[in-house]
């Protein structure tokens, strides 16, 4: 008997038996960060409701994530609505909501979900994979005893701009670049993609080399796969590249890329992050 | 007496009296793309809902767009929740519909805007304005006989990566760099940054020099910049940069930056194209 994979216990959300679209589920210690979730679970959960709707059509194509508030350990709803099918595409809202203090639903979550039907096309890629040394040349990263859980979940193994090894305040620019994978093997899908797009830590901490307070506001991220694809890449590992782009009076932006090993953009992302000083 | 600029007039909606973040407006005929109105407009419309709700927190941080269906010429509904509002940030949803065949609404645009009160903090770029002509000494596009209204609204003086000479199916790096501006001078605001973040045409097209059909899906906008950065701007030139990342089976991504001439990166966007063949 094969144990379950801890992201697959995350992402465990059940269906109501009388409400469409309705799911529960309970945040999960494995996957948990400082003050909430790891949000890229909280992504993956805001997908995995849609992909698990009965009504859904084809596969996803783009995620928008909105952290409203944080998520507290326990119980969370989920509510995806089918607001617009067309022929091939299919337009979803998702909120994430938890019992508050009073009883009444706490909002801490809102996505938007566009699925598609794909037809075989002409594709090409206008951003290349960047170079780099081959993943098993490269150190894991280590964890210290951050008593961040999510962070052990994944083997990270970064060959640039990873964390600084100095919090000495001293400018350096926001790039990383990273091969990663899940710690326990998993086979790639739609939702562990989603997951692993957020990943980055804020390009704030390595832009300044200082640990000030920051947290994702929002996050998007494309799909430039099928079932196929992600088949293909199965439990191999994925070369990530994050940078900030503008750091402007409490929020940045980051970009960023994750390619397959055998250099096929799967997923780009972009997200919008609070910081403070 | 001056007239209303064209932008000002497209972006009119009128709030409801009994229904709170309610609006009414009409689509404007000189923001008319080929099968519907310019998307930078639909966008530009959902962020203004949020701006004259009355319960504001702040200014925009984040704006995603997702077009479910094209808009028909004539009225549309809009309505603007508030559905969290922190200390200091606030999370909207907004919807757009019209009245459908039977009556009934019909969507046709979701969005989702984050707005903040944003607070001084360091500030830096990673993503410099890019190598460019004084825009004086580059010539403005020639407006063809397209039919396409919106296009004559702005001031176009494309440097590398204009619309091919020839549709001849020649392969082309995807991206574009441009000084831009409203035809008509108007001083820059969050809902002209978040059209202009919308106006560069289809990659694909430039990609392949092929001219199949292509539409936005969805778009995502962060805005970099206060009240006191876009003043500064005022009706001056802004420098913007688009470029396709992957295109695969029936969607392709592109990456839009914009700069103003003195080179602070204003606003960032990504969006999420449909593309034939």
Same mark, same amino acid.
């Given at each position: ?31 948990? !960060? ?8 909280? &992504?993956?959960?805001?997908?995995? &409701? ?15 994530? !909105? ?33 508050? &203090? ?146 402007? !009076? ?19 992302? !972009? ?7």
């Amino acid at each position: 008997m094969t144990s379950t994979h801890p992201f697959d216990k995350a992402l465990k959300i059940h269906h109501s038996d009388i409400r469409v679209g309705h799911f529960t589920g309970m945040t999960s210690p494995d996957y948990w !960060n400082m003050v909430g979730p790891f949000g890229g679970t909280t &992504a993956a959960l805001a997908l995995q &409701a849609v992909m698990q709707h009965p009504d859904v059509l084809g596969t996803p194509i783009a995620l928008t994530v !909105n952290y409203a508030a944080a998520i507290e350990a326990g119980a969370f709803d989920i509510q995806a609505t089918a607001v617009r099918t067309n022929r091939s595409t299919q337009h979803w809202t998702v909120q994430i909501t938890q019992a508050g &203090a009073s009883g009444a639903p706490s909002m801490t979550t809102t996505a938007t979900v566009v699925t598609a039907a794909r037809r075989e096309t002409w594709g090409e890629s206008d951003m290349p994979m960047p170079e780099s040394p081959r993943p098993e040349t490269v150190d894991r990263m280590s964890i210290g005893p951050s008593g961040v859980a999510w962070i052990n979940q994944y083997e990270m193994r970064p060959f640039s701009g990873g964390i600084p090894s100095k919090w000495d305040g001293s400018q350096h620019h926001s790039e990383t670049r990273i091969w990663l994978r899940d710690a326990q093997p998993r086979p790639l899908d739609f939702a562990s993609l989603a997951a692993m797009s957020d990943m980055f830590y804020p390009r704030v901490w390595l832009r300044r080399a200082k640990h000030v307070p920051a947290g994702t506001v929002s996050i998007t991220t494309y799909f430039h796969v099928g079932p196929e694809q992600l088949a293909e890449v199965g439990t191999g590992y994925l070369l990530g590249r994050a940078a900030g782009q503008q750091f402007f !009076n409490g929020f940045f932006d980051q970009t960023a890329h994750l390619w397959s090993e055998k250099g096929v953009l799967l997923a780009t992302s !972009n997200q919008i992050v609070y910081y403070k000083e």
